[in-house]
């Protein structure tokens, strides 16, 4: 019998270390499974037999180049690359990355596959707060992507009436989120407090005076750190900020924060097993609070396209292995990505944690919008102090901001052994995308 005949409705309640054994079984089946495709068989490690989680490090990982070499060549029958598993004729949807790191790649759905989706991000969203009677505005306004088509099949199995108002002017947007009620927003986080914004210029009245009490706010790290997420409620009178996460290349939402607010949760069982390990020795980490690693994950159940032991390069720390929520699986928060690490001299660092120390000494004056200013798109290390581009509060000049600009700086290089040096910008000069906003970026990429 299949392990998934063993899960019901409470997968969420059950023990984490018996859905990972569960999970661990259905592993080796997967494996199995696998190797009729050729591309997967020779990749595959002669094992096939797996009873504990370190058995899988005899399995090699899939990284984000192998999946694009993989579609490099394609043909007819196979429009998805090497790694396609079924005939074109059995897939129902194609699904994109971004492609805000590199070229996209493409995820084809069967019947199964889609059902499965739906079900997974649906729970998703049931747990970032999303039931029958939420009317929720959807912002992103592409619909292959990972937070298109796949989030408005989520929002709708987790029983949420869908209001998808992205991709049109800001002035429809805002109209649409009047006339429609809409009481929970889906939107990247550095867009939830710059749409409260433009909602309010565009509606002549504060945005608190609109129905929205909970955002639910990802596709980009931030959500969690305190200053932002204050900002974020305080600029739509929201009373909850889920946070919320996954990838297009293993299932759009795999990560949703509950009502406690402690972290996201993992909810993407039984059909996505993660794992958690040390990137430098690539032993895993066991899911402790405090422990830091980064994600890994293999879709068990996808028979269109699968990967197997996909590096995200997202560093995760747990934040709690038990909630009073009754989910079992850890909580944890994103604090940054291997791809987006600068060095300065000899220190290595996430944007992500100088944006939580400058926030930290001077929000009152920030608007929370910054980023990080690179002189090449290859530009790792810095040698000198690193450009750090930061948007004032409206009314809030660079003179009255200056003290607590200066407290930012010595805040990073006291606790983070990093120079920046902050550069103050009126509101709206940083561009503020609906979908997916990069801390780190080139003139060169702007102008084009």
């Known amino acids: 019998m299949s392990a998934f005949a063993l899960w019901n409705a409470e997968v969420d309640t059950r023990p984490w270390a018996f859905t990972q054994d569960l999970q661990i079984a259905e592993f080796g089946r997967m494996v199995r499974r696998l190797r009729a495709n050729d591309a997967w068989a020779s990749r595959l490690a002669p094992r096939t037999t797996f009873s504990h989680l370190d058995d899988l490090l005899d399995v090699p990982f899939t990284t984000k180049d192998d999946l694009r070499a993989a579609q490099a060549e394609v043909s007819a029958a196979r429009p998805l690359g090497a790694f396609q598993l079924v005939d074109t004729a059995d897939l129902v949807q194609v699904t994109s990355s971004s492609g805000t790191t590199g070229a996209q ?6 019947r199964n596959d889609w059902m499965r989706w739906k079900d997974r991000i649906g729970n998703a969203y049931r747990t970032a707060g999303v039931g029958p009677g939420s009317v929720v505005a959807l912002t992103t306004g592409m619909a292959i992507v990972a937070g298109g088509l796949p989030y408005a099949d989520g929002i709708r199995e987790a029983g949420g009436l869908l209001a998808w108002i992205g991709g049109q002017t800001t002035p429809r947007m805002a109209f649409g989120m009047d006339r429609i009620g809409v009481d929970v927003l889906v939107a ?8 409260a914004e433009r909602c309010a210029e565009e509606l002549g009245r504060p945005a608190p005076e609109l129905a929205v009490r909970t955002v639910i706010a990802g596709g980009e790290p931030g959500a969690g750190v305190p200053h932002i997420r204050r900002g974020i409620m305080e600029a739509w009178g929201a009373t909850r900020v889920s946070e919320f996460m996954g990838l297009a290349d293993v299932l759009p939402a795999m990560w949703a924060e509950c009502e406690v607010g402690q972290g996201m949760h993992f909810t993407a069982a039984p059909d996505v097993l993660v794992e958690l390990i ?5 032993e895993h980490i066991p899911w402790e609070p405090g422990a830091t690693g980064e994600a890994v994950y293999t879709t068990l159940s996808r028979e269109a396209s699968a990967v197997v032991r996909f590096r995200s390069r997202d560093q995760l720390q747990v934040t709690a292995v038990s909630c009073p929520c009754g989910r079992t699986a850890p909580t944890m928060r994103c604090v940054g990505r291997t791809d987006d690490m600068l060095i300065f001299k ?9 944006r939580e120390l400058v926030l930290d000494a001077a929000s009152s004056v920030l608007s929370g919008t910054m980023r990080i200013r690179k002189s090449s798109a290859d530009q790792v290390r810095f040698d000198r102090d690193i450009p750090l581009e930061v948007e004032l509060r409206d009314g809030v000049s660079a003179e009255d901001a200056a003290s607590l600009l200066r407290a930012a700086e010595e805040a990073v290089r006291g606790q983070l052994r990093v120079r920046v040096r902050v550069e103050p910008l009126p509101m709206g000069i940083i561009p503020v995308s609906d979908y997916k906003n990069a801390l780190v970026y080139t003139p060169a990429d702007a102008r084009s």
């Open 105 to 110: 790649t493409y995820f084809g759905l069967s």
């Open 188 to 195: 990247t986080t550095s867009f939830a407090a710059h749409f």
């Open 278 to 282: 040390d990137p430098v020795t690539l």
């Open 346 to 354: 000899a220190m290595n660092v996430y944007p992500s944690a100088i």
